[in-house]
């Protein structure tokens, strides 16, 4: 194409060239005004696009604070009701939603419901605004707190726990409580703790029953509980203690002590003891519908008091009485028998105790006002210090045998004595020779004691529960001839003045009593009526030879100088001449005494470790 035609040709479409510039001008100052106001409307959107929902929740339309509030209604509706629990057994602690801090967070969400489509071109999001937007559902974000943890789990475990009590009883004036004890319960608090606040961020509601350790308490054992409380009822009644026991000391003694003690005893009048008792059976029924602690009733059973009656018993019969007779001019023999008798009076043995005389009248001594009187020693009739007292024990052995009582140890005299019959007499000597006897009835006894004058008396005090009345009887067995012995003494010599004699040719005889042998017994009568004779000892009584010392002085061979006549002479004394005298007469012998019927009163003990005092 030549350059004309270039011309024409350019000439041709230069107002096409124009037209179409015009309108792309246009279109672009069309175009610009369009995305402007396209700008405009978008900005000016403040709402979420239709289309936007969240957890199936439709935001379409809303604004931000519609929206954050929908999200939040949203919230409440789906945790108010919705909590955490710890239980145990009855024991719960809850945690709301709202405590642990669960939410949706609505200002998040909202801003991100809001921000959906908003990073698109303004010409999408203005067909957004128009068309909605084909988005996925959105996802609620949940809010949680475990601040509250600590303090719940720490209130679980003060109300579910449980720390270990033993069972115990407690007696109250008319019932008993008693408490059957606890479990220990422990719990774990660190792994509660974790798993709580594990179950609050994994939003897992519900009850939650947490592992624990059990330690089981003792079993209450009811029988054991009664052995412990039970108290036996007994009335007032007359109790045998030891000597030493008071009232202060009485629990030093068990019931298994008083019944081995060996000794004797005292009485007391005990006051009744008030009886204590349960109901096993109803115990074990309340126990096992009992959780923990419960009471029952005591059993009560209160003591009769009948101290008068047991009083009024006491002492009230005389079981037997005996009298002896004494010469009160007798004066060291008579004290003698005074000092023992108020040893002896008022003396109180117990049921099934031996009454000792020797240990309850002691030792005779000086000291204990004792004197010198009459005793056998050694066969021979000797000043003894407290002679005399067997009189007493004597006397006691009458009465002891009338009472029906029971001699343990008894022993004759060596020598027959005047102030009983044969055979019911009783010699001592400290040391080695007693009288004892048992009581052997039901109740106390007691001896009484008392002289005046020439009497001698002795009375028995108990409880007789029965008519026996008892009687002594002797028989003499056989009868012992004494020997007879005349004995020179040197006058002046210390035996002569032992027997009191200062002349020559003075004279003193000692002894000639016969011996005996007897039996005695006893007879039991009930009302008056014969039951039975028994046996009660065999006595023998040694004879005590006659010597009749005569005053005199005595050659080195003993015998005595005597004239030619056999006359007692003292061989120092001057002779004068004399004529010699007629003869005398040879002597007349003394008659030998007929032998008494009667014994001597001059007793004496078998082997005397120690001198037997004569009463």
């Known amino acids: 194409m030549n350059k004309e035609d270039k011309m024409n040709h350019f000439k041709k479409f230069k107002f096409l ?25 978008v900005e000016s959107y403040d709402k979420i696009y239709p289309g936007v929902t969240m957890g199936g929740m439709d935001l379409s ?19 108010s009701e919705q909590t955490f629990s710890i239980d145990y057994e009855g024991f719960s602690v809850e945690i709301t939603a709202d405590e642990a801090g669960i939410s949706y967070d609505a200002a998040s969400l909202a801003k991100a419901a809001m921000e959906m489509g908003r990073n698109k071109s303004v010409i999408a999001q203005y067909g957004y605004i128009q068309k909605g937007i084909n988005a996925d559902d959105l996802e609620f ?22 720390e270990l009590v033993e069972p115990t009883y407690k007696v109250e004036e008319t019932f008993i409580t008693l408490d059957k004890g606890q479990e220990e319960r422990k719990f774990d608090r660190k792994a509660l703790v974790d798993e709580m606040k594990s179950r609050i961020e994994s939003l897992t509601f519900g009850s939650y029953e947490p592992q624990h350790q059990i330690t089981e308490q003792s079993k209450l054992d009811l029988e054991a509980i009664r052995e412990e409380i039970f108290v036996e009822a007994t009335q007032t009644e007359i109790k045998y203690v030891p000597l030493d026991w008071t009232e202060e000391t009485a629990d ?3 019931e ?14 005990t006051k009744g003891i008030t009886g204590v008792d349960f109901d096993l059976e109803e115990a074990k029924t309340r126990m096992e519908e009992s959780k923990r602690g419960f009471s029952i009733n005591l059993i009560i059973q209160e003591p009769e008091d009948n101290r008068e009656s047991i009083e009024a018993m006491l002492f009230r019969d005389v079981l037997s009485t005996w009298t002896t007779k004494l010469n009160p001019g007798e004066k060291n023999r008579t004290h003698n028998i005074d000092l023992a008798s108020k040893a002896v009076n008022g003396t109180v043995i117990c049921p099934g105790d031996i009454f000792s005389y020797n240990g309850v009248v002691g030792v005779r001594t000086a000291a204990k006002g004792y004197r010198d009187a009459k005793i056998f020693q050694s066969g021979e009739v000797v000043d003894g210090i407290g002679g005399g007292i067997c009189q007493l024990s004597s006397t006691i052995y009458i009465a002891t045998l009338r009472a029906g009582l029971e001699p343990t140890e008894r022993y004759a005299h060596r020598f027959a004595v005047s102030y009983t019959k044969l055979g019911q007499d009783a010699t001592v000597a400290w040391g080695s020779l007693d009288y004892k006897f048992k009581n052997n009835t039901e109740w ?9 004058g020439g009497s001698l008396k002795v009375t028995i005090y108990g409880t007789k529960l029965d008519n026996y009345t008892y009687e002594l009887s002797s028989t003499q067995n056989s009868v012992k001839q004494y020997e007879t012995e005349t ?28 011996g005996y042998t007897s039996t005695t017994y006893i007879t039991k009568y009930d009302n008056g009526k014969k039951v039975s004779t028994s046996w009660v000892n065999d006595s023998d009584y040694k004879t005590q030879d006659k010597i009749t010392y005569i005053a005199a002085y005595l050659k080195s061979d003993g015998t005595p100088y005597m004239d030619a006549a056999g006359k007692l002479i003292d061989p120092n004394a001057v002779v004068e001449p004399q004529p010699d005298p007629t003869p005398d007469p040879a002597p007349t012998p003394e008659p030998e005494p007929t032998p008494e019927p009667e014994p001597t009163p001059e007793p004496e003990p078998t082997p005397d470790p120690e001198p037997v005092p004569e009463p």
């Open 487 to 514: 004995k020179y003494v040197q006058l002046g010599s210390a035996e002569a003045n032992e027997q009191g004699l200062t002349k020559l040719g003075q004279k003193k005889s000692t002894g000639g009593q016969l």
């Open 17 to 41: 060239y124009i037209g179409i510039a015009a309108l792309l001008i246009i279109l672009i100052v069309s175009g610009i005004f369009v995305m402007n106001w396209l700008r405009g409307q």
């Open 444 to 452: 106390p006894i007691k001896v009484m004691v008392s002289r005046s």
């Open 252 to 254: 030093k003694y068990t």
């Open 141 to 162: 974000t949940v809010l949680t707190s475990t601040d509250i943890v600590e303090e719940k789990v720490n209130k679980f475990i003060q109300l579910a726990s449980l």
């Open 256 to 269: 298994e002590d008083l019944k081995n003690y060996k000794g004797n005893h005292k009485y007391v009048i």
């Open 61 to 79: 339309g809303m604004t931000l604070e519609e929206a954050e509030a929908a999200i939040l209604a949203k919230s409440e509706e789906t945790f």
